[in-house]
């Protein structure tokens, strides 16, 4: 199986670094530069159509979003720990839904707070801002209440959500969104931090 993956230094493509490196799978990752529009050249269009990061090409075929691609990497690997196992289509189902509220509702917000420009052409951003903090502050709200019950989402043991969810909340705390007022998010940022996989994302990350 040849893997190769398109991301961007801190864009959401990390989450995707950070399962490969978790399970131990081979992978050519090509940097894709962001900042100055390589994801809309014909180049990279001609690789994903969609002009953005993550995209996973497994033996010459494209895979774009990420709980698609994380779904997906999980059943590369047989004992896969990124979606806790499960005969139960329902509870498979509730994992899958968790990864896509990250995707489909979490980073919007975050996208709004941080990258406003995004979602209006008005001079004066400020609207948009507010509208994304009082999403996101929902949202942090009730990621907060679940990390003061257990160290994980799903109790005991980490899964790649947790690392969606991280990359979310620290995007937006660099974004300048504070998060003093969640000290168990900022206790959950510090376990994934630490975690081998995670630093290994880094050093690609910074390389
Ligand atoms: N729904 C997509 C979102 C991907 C996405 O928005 N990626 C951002 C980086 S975090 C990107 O490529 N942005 C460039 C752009 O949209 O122009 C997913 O979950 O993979």
Partial sequence: MSLTLYYSPGACSGITINAIKELGLDCEFIRVDLSSGEHKTERYLSINPHGKVPALVADGK???????????????VEGSKLIPETDDAFQRSLYY?????CSSTVHPSVRHVCVPAYYTVAEDKDDVVARGKIALTVHLQAIEKRLQESDWWYGEQWAIVDTYLHWCYSR???????LDDYPAILAHKERIEAMPSYQRRAQIEAA
């Fill in 62 to 76: 494209l895979l774009t979003e990420n709980p698609a691609i994380l779904i997906y990497l999980n059943s590369l």
């Fill in 97 to 101: 839904s968790d990864l896509m509220w």
């Fill in 172 to 178: 937006a705390q660099r974004g300048g969104f504070p």
